[in-house]
């Protein structure tokens, strides 16, 4: 596609329920990463892969958070058993390799009710 | 650990007036650094990457400096407009071994660009 694509824009999710956030990165990009970004902070790191290989997970901030990327393009954040202070901008980047510019998606607006 | 700075968290400034947002961090052995504005309810735009082999970019009014023994940036924007307005991004990749793709981000600086 044209750039990143994220989906749903916004989701409101219900504490302890699971959510599956998308993201479709730019056709062609090997890199793929997770930030997440909360109101008036920089966006920070939660994982990446290059292809289907997650390269470093050290981000994520405990083990309710996973990615996935099975085929290299398309790839899943889920947050299992949301809880309140999981509210936050997730966003998705993609660059053509490891270290070069990165592209971000407009990310998706997390709320837990 | 590498942390990002940019001071002062927001600036407001009268139209066509020329200005520098700063940036600096704290660790000098860096791959390169991009600069992104983000607009509200909107992703974020990159707007230019400085290799750390690099002191500058340029790209239309946009000037982005590096001066990496000093663990700083500068972005120049010339002629500010009001669609200037938005929240500007530095953000550093760390030079290292291993996986190390990441960007640090700093929190932002909010620009008002006044009519």
């Known amino acids: 596609g044209a750039g990143v694509s994220q989906s749903p824009r916004y989701k409101v999710t219900k504490r302890g329920q699971d959510v599956a956030l998308r993201c479709d990165p730019i056709s062609g990009h090997v890199s793929l990463y997770w930030y997440r970004q909360a109101l008036g902070q920089g966006p920070e790191f939660l994982t990446y892969f290059n292809y289907e290989a997650q390269q470093d997970k050290s981000g994520l901030p405990n083990d309710r958070f996973s990615a996935e990327r099975p085929e290299g393009s398309i790839s899943t954040l889920t947050i299992q058993r949301t809880e309140q202070r999981d509210s936050a901008m997730y966003r998705c980047?993609?660059?053509?390799?490891?270290?070069?510019?990165?592209?971000f998606g407009q990310g998706t607006r997390l709320t837990v009710v | 650990k590498q942390e990002v700075t940019q001071i002062p968290a927001a600036l407001s400034v009268p139209e066509g007036e020329n200005l520098v947002l700063n940036c600096s961090f704290t660790d000098s052995a860096i791959y390169n650094l991009q600069w992104f504005r983000q607009d509200p309810g909107k992703g974020l735009t990159s707007l230019l990457l400085?290799?750390?082999?690099?002191r500058e970019q340029t790209s239309g009014r946009l000037n982005a400096s590096l001066d990496k023994s000093s663990g700083r940036s500068t972005l120049y924007i010339a002629a500010s407009q009001p669609g200037d307005s938005a929240t500007y991004l530095c953000a550093v990749r760390r030079l290292s071994t291993g996986a190390n793709s990441k960007l640090t981000f700093g929190k932002g600086i909010t620009l008002s660009v006044r009519p």
């Open positions: 980047a993609s660059a053509l390799w490891d270290l070069t510019e990165a592209f």
């Open positions: 400085i290799q750390s082999s690099q």
